[in-house]
């Protein structure tokens, strides 16, 4: 019977307890010294790219929240301002301040739950996400084991 490749045990050791990426990055560091610098490198790479992608998905997100909620907002807004400019003579200013707060108060509440409906759409793919990603390293821990098996030419 033939030794593990140590690329097979940690695949094995990551499929059953995942670790986080710093962690790993030290794992390895410690299990390979020749590439610790390597690993170093990769490591902070890695936390780099999650920092500038972390604001790129920041401005996505609110351009991509900003024109989806305020637009119908905006539009409501329009059509209250027209409403209240043609009945402006019989609306008394005080009801008119309770129903622009309570048309503020209103779009805050909506928002809001618009948020957490596209939030929770989205947490739903969470899954699918990891699926995909076990399934992925499963094939490649495979690929490794069957390249082990056999004997190089």
Partial sequence: MTTPNPDERFIERELAEPSADQEIFER??????????????????????KRVFAIHAERAWFKHFGWRVIRPFMLTGVAAGLFFAFFQGTVDPTLGTMVFLGGAATLYVVIQLFAMFWGQRNQKQLPRLEADFAERVTRQLEQLRRDHAQPPS
């Fill in 28 to 49: 390895l560091g410690r299990d390979i010294p020749d590439h610790a610098a390597l690993f170093d490198f990769l490591a902070a790479r890695e936390r780099h790219t």
